[in-house]
């Protein structure tokens, strides 16, 4: 049974820090793209980042600068450090893991951001 567990969200101000967590069982991580979407009420849900199994890493345009995507395979886990959030980063954060081969992904349950101006 593959679980995607994140951790790590919260409420922060406006400039600050903070680092997400996301871990993986039930899947061979390393095989695995992994990334980040966000969702606000109303809207679509957003992609953030992206780890491809092979490392590469890809932004969205109004994170670039600010986020950064990492794995540790040896972990199963895959983290976002966000900084100098702003306000219209808050949302609720999923993480995703998909197989390189398979379109379908799995999904974690999500952690709020909240950042206050």
């Known amino acids: 049974q593959v679980q995607l567990v994140e951790s790590g969200g919260g409420l922060v101000q406006a400039g600050g820090s903070l680092r997400l967590s996301c871990a993986a069982s039930?899947?061979?991580?390393?095989?695995?793209?992994m990334g980040w979407y966000r969702q606000t009420p109303g809207k679509q849900r957003e992609l953030v980042a992206t780890?491809?199994?092979?490392?590469?890493?890809n932004y969205a345009d109004s994170v670039k600068g600010r986020f950064t995507i990492s794995r540790d395979n040896a972990k199963n886990t895959v983290y976002l450090q966000m900084n100098n959030l702003k306000p219209e980063d808050t949302a609720v954060y999923y993480c995703?893991?998909?197989?390189?081969?398979?379109?379908?992904?799995?999904w974690g349950r999500g952690t709020q951001v909240t950042v206050s101006s």
């Open positions: 039930g899947i061979i991580f390393s095989r695995y793209h």
């Open positions: 780890s491809t199994s092979a490392g590469i890493t």
């Open positions: 995703y893991a998909q197989d390189a081969y398979v379109v379908s992904k799995y």
